[in-house]
């Protein structure tokens, strides 16, 4: 009576493709054999607003927006010849910090060349304004509009935000959805 060789996970015993190669065993990988085919998962909401926002822009700004921050890059250069500062600053810089009642807020601070720049970090040019977006604070802000409004009692950059959950009465703070 013949006996045939072991199956390729028994005949390696730890030694690898050579040992079971050498016992005459197949010429195939063990996991094919003991797992199979990778069984789908369903998507998670994260991914599945990721998946909605693929063709669409990371960041935007509403023609409010984009006059105000025209207008505050202009008003810096004039600061700067006034005062000589070095300096002069190609665009702002969107961030999220963990701060405020409902968890993070954003932070918007002008962006120079010599600023530190992440690999991470994209950059929109949108109407002659670049809107530098920091590769820490992607995942919270990936479709969200700028916009700037003007009340009796203030003015203020506002977020419309695909990814909160729910923000704080006065609206500097929110929560996003997968934290």
């Known amino acids: ?27 195939m990988s063990s996991c094919a054999e003991d797992v199979g085919p990778v069984q789908a998962k369903p998507l998670t909401p994260l991914q599945r607003r990721m998946l909605e926002k ?10 409010n927006a984009v006059y105000r ?30 701060r405020g009642c409902s968890g993070y807020s954003y932070t918007v601070n002008y962006e120079y060349d010599t600023s530190a720049k992440k690999p991470q970090d994209s950059r929109v040019d949108q109407s002659g304004v670049s ?25 203020k950059f506002t977020f419309a935000n695909p990814n909160q959950k ?9 929560m996003p959805f997968d934290v």
Request: glycine content about 10%; overall charge neutral.
């Open 131 to 155: 809107v530098f977006v920091d590769g820490d604070a992607l995942f919270y802000v990936v479709g969200t509009v700028m916009d700037f409004t003007v009340s009796n009692v203030e003015e």
């Open 166 to 174: 729910y923000q704080c009465g006065c609206g500097e703070s929110f």
């Open 1 to 27: 009576k013949s006996t045939s060789p072991p199956l390729y996970k028994t005949t390696h015993q730890g030694q690898g493709r050579q040992a079971a190669a050498a016992a005459g065993g197949p010429q």
């Open 54 to 63: 693929k063709d669409k822009s990371i960041f935007s700004l509403t023609p």
């Open 69 to 98: 921050v025209k207008n505050l890059l202009s008003m810096h250069k004039e600061l700067k010849s006034a005062e000589s500062l070095s300096a002069e600053p190609v665009g702002i810089r969107i961030g999220v910090k963990k």
